[in-house]
């Protein structure tokens, strides 16, 4: 822009005459002002609003247990969103070892953060401990609401039990996530490890948490979930 408007002056300056130079200036300056004008509004466009505060609530699964921080959830899926062409701040709310009534007990901090969307991933701790699916549901019900409260967009990302608890334990706690998106109306992303969970191939030595392939899976499955909540955010 500098170097159009440098080579217009000089054309104009050459043919100056005492009293002439201001006349001789606006003419050749207008169309320099309305490309100008034009560079500006395309660029606002193309960078029109505010990045999406996109959170992260959940467990050693997001905060990236075992991996290095490139590898991890929030990571990974930050960068395929960039990919996308999505603006957003990734912020990585996971706690290793947290608990629905740990996500519960935070929350509050999380929305000091000012998140403007949160994919909601809690409860893979109860299940493993073989809590009460009861006292999952009311904490996820309880941060929901908060969430609802706070007109913060949310995706409730599902979690399956361990075989080894049993099968009607593993139904009643498969119930929590589906009766908590249809209650508070939010979508829901079914099982956060599918694809992954069960393969050697895809996890740490563990068995348990997904290893940075295991994760790329994971991000490669939610990815269309997360851009429709990214979409559902006005900015």
Same mark, same amino acid.
């Given at each position: ?25 606006i003419p050749a300056l207008i169309p320099a ?57 990734? *912020? ?26 949160? *994919? ?29 409260s706070a007109k913060i967009r949310v995706l ?19 119930? *929590? ?19 992954? =969970? =069960? ?30 909540? *990214? ?5």
């Amino acid at each position: 822009m500098a170097m159009l408007l440098h080579s217009i002056l000089v054309s104009r300056v050459k043919d100056w005459r005492p009293g002439t130079l201001i006349p001789l200036l606006i003419p050749a300056l207008i169309p320099a002002v309305l490309i100008a004008s034009l560079l500006i509004i395309t660029g606002a466009h193309a960078n029109s609003g505010n990045p999406v505060r996109l959170m992260v609530l959940g467990d050693s699964l997001a905060a990236g247990y075992g991996l290095e921080k490139n590898d991890s959830f929030t990571e990974q899926l930050a960068t395929a969103l960039g990919k996308q062409g999505h603006a957003i701040h990734m *912020i990585n709310a996971g706690v290793s070892g947290d608990t629905s009534a740990g996500g519960k007990a935070r929350v509050g901090w999380a929305l000091a953060d000012k998140p403007d969307a949160i *994919i909601l991933e809690l409860g893979a701790n109860d299940g493993l401990r073989g809590l009460d699916p009861a006292e999952t549901h009311a904490n996820l019900d309880a941060i929901l609401t908060r969430l609802k409260s706070a007109k913060i967009r949310v995706l409730l990302a599902g979690m399956l039990a361990p075989p080894n608890l049993g099968k009607d334990y593993g139904a009643e706690f498969a119930r *929590i996530y589906p009766v908590l998106a249809e209650q508070h109306n939010v979508p829901l992303y079914k099982f956060f490890l599918e694809g992954v =969970a =069960a393969n050697a191939n895809l996890n740490q030595k563990d068995g348990i948490h997904p290893n940075a392939a295991g994760v790329a899976e994971i991000v490669r499955r939610i990815l269309p979930a997360v851009e429709e909540l *990214i979409g559902s955010v006005k900015k």
